[in-house]
């Protein structure tokens, strides 16, 4: 790990304040992301992904309070930023493929003329020719006809939506982009379209990308790394295929065997029980604990360290499942 | 829904209507709990029940303390007092009119015709309009076609025109008045409302579980679809109260109305006579019957918000 | 959207006829008719009671005297007013302008000052300020208006003397006036100017759409400015200005009543709308962006809020006129309302008609303007 990373989030917590109290949506949560790289997250709903995505731009709801750790964007600190330098980091650095693709666009203006809004926040001095051609290379590029760009968001298809807006996300050549749920909205032949070609484009662009869904066969087609999520602390981190063949902590093991495998051996479906914690009063210890079917005692007191474990494999847990219990 | 068959797997050993009564206390518990978080919503309550309790009172006064011959609305006059209107008094806390009688029991005896009316005409409205909301809802076509038009009508007419227009021509007390009011905003805007409502209902898995069980049309409609539009119809019912004082009180400030006395008719009565031409030295004339109408009117309409943020999550804060 | 269009006149033909029609059968449901006023008199006969009443048209059926109604006032014939000695259409077309001029002013300013309080309103939202808006905001909403009125009249013209109190002129000063110039002429020349500053105001904002919005906002005021100051050199420089003046300066209180009675409920609607807009995607997307506060919530968020409140104010059109009645009526203002409402005490019936038509025909056309209008702010409509 020579080179220096793109992205790296270093113990990031962060809360909700509610008149409940505050909810813990984040905490310590840490990892890195090379240029060019695509991580998946992945978690049940509710889990804090998309509280990580939001993080990441600073775009978070009033009553949301990062309350430690560091974002660091080629070694700068974007939890330190002013708004205004915030501003000029959102989309010309860091742009999003937002999860309602349907909503994401505004009703009232032209398709073309809201991504031209974005390349002129950011290029102040661009001409508008040149503005207006990019937005048509761009649709050429995700595949809506250029003459689309005149049109109003509900002339749109969902699948035309969706690339509408990954053209959007891409308009200013950013760094890093973040889909987060970036196909739920559309029926599976087009979501899968959709993520080819923008895996496709990632690539071809040489843009790090952070994909974020429930649906961890989504995030194994595009995903080079995938980190496991659970009640807002990452339990697991590894590269796709090691997550797969040799899953260690005891979610994830119990995530995948929620996902069959065609190619594969059978294996049998583990449900977990019980729900998700309410992070108004997360489980002491490890939060997996009550649900977990590997606890022990030290579980319930201790909070697992998320450290390397060899290779680039990172986990929390204190009793992590076998290399061998999963087959496949 | 009614007809669960005697050998069902578990016995339920209360009688329907009590766990339905239990059910629907729980709802009120939790509607209650959250209008409570609403300050603005319990003011506007807590002024209904001040103007309630003046309503109720007046009666009281009369049948106690009150000397009929002097705190009668219509045909009191205290003799001891030698110039009319007089300024509030230890006898008269907020004066006499012209004629010598009491202000404050005018006022408190009017209070209890605008409750009249204000409830009348919402109930009249919420009724036409949940029932034609829901038929249109349900049945569509050229039915919905019709009550639309009829609504988009109605809407277009100006109201206060209008009821002008039918005063002048027709002979109205308040109850003719609360139903013409009823009427007019039941088919008219109010429909619109509630038919959208009620379309959101049809849709709910529920009424097709209902259709499939064999349930009739009208079964339906009033035990399904209207039960949901309730919660609608109380939050109408409190901007329709507004609406009707305050139209009441424009007419018969105009002297529209055959009404022997209200809030409307006092101010008349103090213009007709001239004395709305001495300034403030005759404030106690105006001001309390104007304030009244005006307190009733915000406190329906606050209460009607307030309620809107129960009925409606989408505005409530969290 | 030029089918909407078409659409909408031919909606509006038929509302028109079944609002005619209305009219008519409130008319000619009343009890009685006018012969009955000689019942008692023992020198008209039974026969000669028939004999007028034949000559009325009153013996025909309801729906022959129904077209022949219908065809005097599509012919501009709405008889004459008892009252007046002249025709009711004359009464009328005098003094339509009157309210024309002051509806119109005031629904602007009052749309305006509303939508601009509710957007502010909506962002700077601390629950002190929101209370106490809320109240002041919910009294205006439902304050007692004829009651209102005379207090602000009690205020500002009693104890200030900073306005005249009631009428639309000033008598004396009008008695000097140059021959041949009348109050009226004087209405429709403000109305047209306006209606030409309106329109510019319009033609700037639809250049300045797609402009960043610090530019297109300084575009916007300076063509308000401007043009405000060209309307009132214009004005200033006219032979007449001393007798617009006085008209304006007798407008004034009336405007600042009717705007405060309604500027409120487009300031709570335009509040909780935007609340409301602040939620949708697009925002958090126009956020993303990198876009400033101020150009998300002018750009995107106020602009989708305006949506819902224009069409309420679409809805609440009718509402505005009708209740223009009881301002006419406080402020002596004798337009169409106060006219309808004399007549409607006078029993001037051929009036009361002819001017409840004429208020609503101005509803139903204000309604399609406004119609209209909103297909140009949605292109959800715009291009159904």
Redesign the interface.
Known sequence: MAEKPLLSVRNLTMIYKTRKGPVSAIDDVSFDLKRGESLGLVGESGCGKTSVAMALLRLLPDNAQITGGQILLDGMDLTTLSEEEMQNVRWKRISMVFQAAMNALDPVYKVGDQIIEAIERHERDIDPAEARKRVEALFHLVGIDPKMADRYPHEFSGGMRQRAIIAMALACNPDLIIADEPTTALDVIVQDQVLRELRQVQKQMGMSMIYISHDIAVIAEVAERIAIMYAGRLCELADAVEIFKRPRHPYTVALMSAFPSIVGEKRPLVALGGEPPDLLFPPPGCRFHPRCPRALDICKQQQPPFEDIGGGHYLACWNPAPVAEVQS | MTTAPAETAFHIQEPLWKIRLRIAWKGLKQSWALFTENKIGLVGLGIIVFFGLMALAHPILMHTVWEPNIYDPFIGNDPTILQHPSPPSARHLLGTDPVGRDVLSQLMYSTQSEFVLGLLAAIVTVTIATSVGAISAYFGGALDAFFMRLADLINILPFIALLVVLTAFFDFGMIELALLIGILSGFGGTTIIFKAQALTIKVKPYIEAAKVAGGSDLHIIFRHIVPNLMPLAFLNMMFTVTGAIFSEAALSFFGLLNLRMSWGIMINTTQAAGYLLGGWKYWYLIVPPGLAITLLCSAFYLVGRALDEVVNPRLRRR | MLKYIANRLLQIVV?LF??FALTYF??D??PGDITLQYVNNPKFTKEQREALRRRLGLDKPAYVRFFQWMGNTLRGDLGESYQYRKPVMDVLLERAPRTIFLFLTATLIEFFVGYWLGRVLAWQRGTGLE?GI??VG??F????????A??MI?LFG??LKWFPIGKFLDVTLWRAAPKGLTANQIFINLLLTMTLLAVALVVVYYLTR?M?PYRASLFRWSALIGGAAIVVGYWAASPVAKYAWDILYHMALPIIVLTLINFSGTMLLTR?TM??TL????I??????????RVVRDK?AA??AV?PVFTSLI?SL??I???G??TE?VFSWEGL?LT??TA??T?DIPL?MGS?LF??TL??LA?LVADIAYAF????IR?A
Do not use: C
């Not at chain 3, 939620?279 to 697009?282: G, K, Q």
């Not at chain 3, 958090?284 to 506060?293: C, D, S, T, Y």
């Not at chain 3, 702010?377 to 959800?380: A, E, G, Y």
């Open positions: 509302t079944v609002f409130i008319l449901a009343q209370y809320t109240v919910a009294f909403y439902t304050v007692f208006t004829p009651w209102f005379l207090m009690y009693f104890t797609r960043n909780t609340l409301e939620r949708e995607d697009y958090m997307a126009a956020r993303a962006k990198g876009l400033p506060e995107h602009r989708n949506l809805i009718p509402f006129l009708g209740g009645i009881i009526t309302g309808l409402l409607s005490t029993g009361v409840f208020i609503g509803a139903l309604h702010l949605d292109p959800r291009y």
